[in-house]
Nanobody
């Protein structure tokens, strides 16, 4: 069993920054791919960023140059540094992990991930 707990969300003005954290516990290895996803009201869940065990990353075009994903294996924690936030970034943000270790690349497709956190809300005002 894996538990993922996100934190760090909040309300910020456009142009501001936030750092999200995702603490993982349970039966996981540092080799698991992990990712951040988001879902705005009335919209589909979309991939934001993902990271492979060797540090290779993947970003959605709409966050490239603004967001950075990283992880601390010793702390079993995933991070998402978000800069230059826009109102369109307003959403519930979720972290996810490929517990089965099937992924060979950092995927932004939600169906590749087996376990999910409860989410943390990010609200960006103009």
């Amino acid at each position: 069993q894996v538990e993922l707990v996100e934190s760090g969300g909040g309300s910020v003005q456009a142009g501001g920054s936030l750092t999200l954290s995702c603490a993982a516990s349970g039966y996981i290895y540092s080799s698991n791919c992990m990712g951040w996803f988001r879902q705005a009201p009335g919209k589909e869940r979309e991939g934001v960023a993902s990271i492979r065990s060797d540090g290779e990353t993947s970003y959605a075009d709409f966050v490239k140059g603004r967001f950075a994903i990283s992880k601390d294996n010793a702390k079993s924690t995933l991070y998402l540094q978000m800069n230059s936030l826009k109102p369109d970034d307003t959403a519930m943000y979720y972290c996810a992990i490929d517990r089965a270790q099937r992924l060979k690349y950092p995927s932004l497709e939600s169906f590749h991930y087996t376990d999910w956190g409860q989410g943390t809300q990010v609200t960006v005002s103009s």
